[in-house]
Each structure stands twice: as structure tokens, then as C-alpha cells.
């Protein structure tokens, strides 16, 4: 996870995102009013309690409405577009089953300030070179636009007609329920309701001009960009507050329940929902668990975390003085280092060494106590070569660059 975590961040900072954290709770209110009062998360994935003073919090199910309320409370200021990224857990309560757990990792951006659908493709692309990085190709992006609410309200009119003539071939579930909220029985997983779902209107056929402008060009935009997408009329996500761009990384490999590595999209219009000014945005949430199991399903050797480069041996109180000192010299310089705490034989700490999966083990005898040396032993094949004790910063300095 920590490997994952880093790569992440590497990757994020390098298209000029930036950290940002928010608290593991917030009001009830704000997951209530901008995931939809229909959607799975608020009807029932929320972990929702009381406080002491019988205020309803819960723990943070998505990362985009905290980062939006965070930017619009104390971040405005920012440059302008706002580009963020966490890496962070999330809490839905849902049946744990594969896939799907009730404390998950997500990495997320957030790109909050532009409309321009440069921004929906740089999103996007991000997205895809984080997986790529990893070695993972058995995946396919799904893309679609839902409008917005110029176009959407015809077109879930149309909908809604069709769904009625069709209503006993919907599940239990949407029988009762696409009333409220039509497009969801687009994204249901149930054959029944995929049968119907892929004859229903496309929404595509439906945008505005603007919003099909918009769509046009980040098809245009990903195809510069060298990502390949697949047009996926059904696709529309559980969370309401997208607008326009929908988007979905689904695996080849994994059960269609857990498939989506991540998903994202443009939500032009939550900042409003918050009672801010309108602050266009798109981003996505990568689930690192699922993305952890496709590396597992392609057979990718997962990341690792850098290896301990180097324990230090020192024997007798001597030794032990000299060792703490070049522990310390080393740290100091950047080299990962590590070093008993007590006294103990030679060989007993070269066990420690390779215990701790150092690469070097750095070894201060008697011998070389007295002629100011240090042993270099390279733990995976013994070979080992004797320098100046002041040499050895230098030396395993040059060996953690060229890790
Ligand atoms: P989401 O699709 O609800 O979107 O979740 C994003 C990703 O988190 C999913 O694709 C999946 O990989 C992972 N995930 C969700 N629930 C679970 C779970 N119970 N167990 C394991 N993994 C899970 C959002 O959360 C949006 N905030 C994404 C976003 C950011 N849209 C714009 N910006």
C-alpha cells in the first residue's frame, strides 16, 4: 500500500497536483446533499453517529464534497485552476464481500476552476498512466457524457416514459425506486435491468450543443493524448453530482461487482450545491484495493518499498560507538540506515542485517576500528570490498541515487 501510496504521489505531483488532506468526518449533511438522496451512498453506505451534542456526522464515504467544502471555505485564495490530490480511507457500509469493503484506500484528484475539457482529459490521463506505470493493460475506460441541467431534464423525461412501459422487466429494486432517479437503472449490474438498459435512449443523442461541444472535444483531446476510450452509453455514475464527463477504468480481469478500478467525472455544479459561486470541476477515486487485486489477476509483481540500504555492525563498546556514529552520518545524508540497539556477536548482527533485508552491511571489527576502515559487504551475494570510514556516506549515497 505505502509503495502504491508513493507512486501516487510522484505521479500526481508531477502534473502539478498538490497534497491535500480533510478530516475523517464531517456534518451528515454535506455527503447527503451533494452524493443524491437516491444514491446507494446515502441511503445505505453512510456510517452516520451522533456526537455528544446529538449532531449527525459521518465518516467520509468520497473525498470530492470535502475537498470542494475545504476549497471553498479557506482555500478560494489558491491559484486558479485548483489541482489537488489525497490518498486517503473511506468508509461505506455495505456487505463486505470481495472488492467491496467497508474501510477502503482511495487516490484522488481533483482539478477545481476550469471547464475546459483539457481538464477532463488531463484527469483521465492521469488516471491511465498510474495504472499503466504499474503494468496493468487488462483494463478498458469507459466514457460517457450525462449532460447537464440545460439537456438532462428532457432527456430523463424520455427515459422515465420508456422505464414505465418496461416496468416489469426491472428488477425489485428499480421497480419501486426509478422514479426518483431514472438513470440509475442505466447502471445496474442485473441482467434483467441491463437488457433494457441497452435499448433505452442514449443521452448522448440528447445533449445540448454545448454539452455535446464539450464531449466532442475530450474525445478529441484523449485520442491526442494517446488514451483510448470506449463510448459506453449506460455508464452513469452513483454519485449525483456529475455533470457532462462520466468515466469509468473497468477491469478485464476482475468479477463485474469490483471491475471499476476507479471512476470520475466533471461536476460542474457542486460548488453551488455547497452555497459557493460556481467553481467548475472534474476528478476521479481510485480504489487502491481493487487496483492491489488486478495487479494480483494480471500477475504483476506488485510495487515494493525500497529495501533498507545499509545496517551497520560495530562489536564491543568500541564498535557499537564507532557504528552509531556512521548511523547517524548516514541517516543524516539520506541513506536509509539502521544499527542494534545492543551489543551483540558479530554474526547475531549480520542476521539482524539480512532480517531487516538491508542491501549492505557495513561492518566496523577490531581490524578496522584500528586502521580507520569499514567492511562493505553487499548482502545478496557476499561480495564485499574495505574503504576508509569516511568514504562510506559517499559511497552508499551514490548506491541509494542509483536504486
Ligand atoms: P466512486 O465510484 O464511488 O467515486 O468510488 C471510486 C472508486 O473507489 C471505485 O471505482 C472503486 O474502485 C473504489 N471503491 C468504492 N467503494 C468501494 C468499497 N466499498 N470497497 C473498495 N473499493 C471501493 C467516488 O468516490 C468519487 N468521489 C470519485 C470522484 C472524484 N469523482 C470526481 N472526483
Known sequence: MRALYDRAAVLARSYGYRYVETPVFEATELFARTSGETSDVVTKEMYTFEDRRGRSLTLRPEGTAPVMRAYLGQMQEQASPFKAYYLTRMYRYARPQEGRYREHRQFGIEVFGSGDPAADVEVIAVGDAYLRDLGLSRFEIQLNSIGDDVCRPAYRELLLSYLRERRDRLTDEHRDRFEDNPLRVLDCKDEACRAVAAEAPRITDHLDDACREHFEAVQAGLKDEGVSAVLTPTLVRGLDYYTRTA?????????????????????????????????????????????????????????????????????????????????????????????????????????????????????????????????????????????????????????????
Do not use: C, N
Not at 470541476?281 to 515494493?304: C, D, K, N, Q, Y
Open 247 to 403: 468515466f469509468e477504468f473497468v477491469s478485464s480481469d476482475l468479477p463485474p461487482q469490483q471491475a471499476a478500478l476507479f471512476g470520475g467525472g466533471r461536476y460542474d455544479g457542486l460548488a453551488e450545491v455547497l452555497g459557493g459561486p460556481h467553481v467548475p470541476g472534474v476528478g476521479f477515486g481510485m480504489g487502491l484495493e481493487r487496483v492491489a487485486s488486478a495487479l494480483e489477476h494480471e500477475g504483476v509483481e506488485p510495487p515494493t518499498e525500497p529495501e533498507l540500504r545499509v545496517w551497520v555492525v560495530g562489536v564491543g563498546d568500541a564498535g557499537r560507538a564507532r557504528a552509531r556514529d556512521l548511523t547517524r552520518a548516514l541517516r543524516a545524508a539520506g541513506v536509509p540506515a539502521d544499527t542494534a540497539f545492543e551489543d551483540r556477536p558479530l554474526k547475531a548482527q549480520l542476521k539482524m542485517a539480512d532480517r531487516a533485508r538491508a542491501a549492505f552491511a557495513a561492518i566496523v571489527g577490531e581490524r578496522e576500528l584500528e586502521t580507520g576502515a569499514v567492511t562493505v559487504r553487499r548482502l545478496s551475494d557476499g561480495a564485499q570490498e574495505e574503504i576508509a570510514q569516511d568514504a562510506l556516506v559517499a559511497r552508499l549515497r551514490d548506491e541509494e541515487r542509483g536504486a
